[in-house]
């Protein structure tokens, strides 16, 4: 959650997230996953690949940018596949919202990694509402 605040923060500023946010929480999440065993590797893979894969098409569409696929493919890699599309669809649903309040103020540009923020804080939530 630091570093997509970071990112967002980042973002809502200049639209632009540098690199080092996205690729940076990739690699710690890869080494994180690697020291609990090749089992954990191998999840945090899936999930960086499943992460990446929800925004890519809008990525391609020039609705995205890359590091708005690459913070939630950090996402995955920390936390896993599952946990990536819970993140994903909540952070779409955030992005709804925000996209709207910006509409809303007259704004045609709306970052969208403080979505992923908002969305991933949410998906953090979900499991402990429901149990």
Same mark, same amino acid.
């Given at each position: 959650?630091?570093?997509? !605040?970071?990112?967002? !923060?980042?973002?809502?500023?200049?639209?632009?997230?540098?690199? =080092?946010?996205?690729?940076?929480?990739? /690699?710690? @999440?890869l080494?994180? /996953?690697?020291?609990?065993?090749?089992?954990?590797?191998? #999840?945090?893979?899936?999930?960086? /690949?499943?992460?990446?894969?929800?925004?890519?098409?809008?990525?391609?569409?020039? =609705?995205? @940018?890359p590091?708005?696929?690459?913070?939630?493919?950090?996402?995955? &890699? =920390?936390?896993?596949?599952?946990? &990536?599309?819970?993140?994903?669809?909540c952070?779409?649903?955030?992005?709804?919202?925000? &996209?709207?309040?910006?509409?809303?103020?007259?704004?045609? *540009?709306?970052?969208? !990694?403080?979505?992923?923020? !908002? #969305?991933? /804080?949410?998906?953090?939530? *979900?499991?402990?509402?429901? @149990?």
């Amino acid at each position: 959650m630091v570093l997509l !605040v970071g990112a967002a !923060v980042s973002d809502v500023r200049r639209l632009r997230v540098p690199g =080092w946010w996205s690729l940076g929480g990739i /690699a710690l @999440g890869l080494i994180a /996953a690697a020291l609990h065993g090749l089992a954990r590797l191998e #999840g945090s893979l899936l999930g960086l /690949a499943v992460g990446a894969l929800l925004l890519l098409p809008f990525v391609v569409k020039g =609705w995205a @940018g890359p590091a708005d696929s690459l913070l939630l493919a950090a996402v995955g &890699a =920390w936390e896993g596949w599952a946990f &990536a599309l819970l993140a994903g669809l909540c952070t779409s649903l955030a992005g709804l919202v925000l &996209a709207l309040i910006a509409v809303r103020r007259g704004k045609r *540009i709306v970052p969208y !990694v403080p979505a992923i923020a !908002v #969305g991933t /804080a949410i998906a953090f939530v *979900i499991p402990l509402l429901a @149990g």
